[in-house]
Nanobody, 127 residues
């Protein structure tokens, strides 16, 4: 059982920055790859970024590449999403998710590849 709780969302002007955190409960956090997804009103939930269980590999959607950075601290059971140069189109509810256990097949951008989800945190970017 994995429980995920996001924090760090808020209101920011275009061009500003936010850092999201996702705190995970559980004793095997380091065994899971982690991802960030977002969902804007009226749209499907979309992939944002992901990081491997070791933190050695990261992946980004084209829309955020170069602006967002995902990282993790397994000792703190936490994954982060640093968001810079924010745009109004980044406005969405951001959710973190835990993927399959180490050694299992993982498709980084596929929602169906993730087993556990947080409730999300709202990010609003104004013009």
């Amino acid at each position: 059982q994995v429980r995920l709780v996001e924090s760090g969302g808020g209101l920011v002007q275009a061009g500003g920055s936010l850092r999201l955190s996702c705190a995970a409960s559980g004793r095997t956090f380091s065994s899971y790859p982690m991802g960030w997804f977002r969902q804007a009103p009226g749209k499907e939930r979309e992939f944002v970024a992901a990081i491997s269980w070791s933190g050695g590999s990261t992946y980004y959607a084209d829309s955020v590449k170069g602006r967002f950075t995902i990282s993790r601290d397994n000792a703190k059971n936490t994954v982060y999403l640093q968001m810079n140069s924010l745009k109004p189109e980044d406005t969405a509810v951001y959710c973190c998710a835990a993927g399959p256990l180490r050694g299992s097949r993982w498709t980084v951008f596929d929602r169906g590849s993730y087993d556990y989800w947080g409730q999300g945190t709202q990010v609003t970017v104004s013009s």
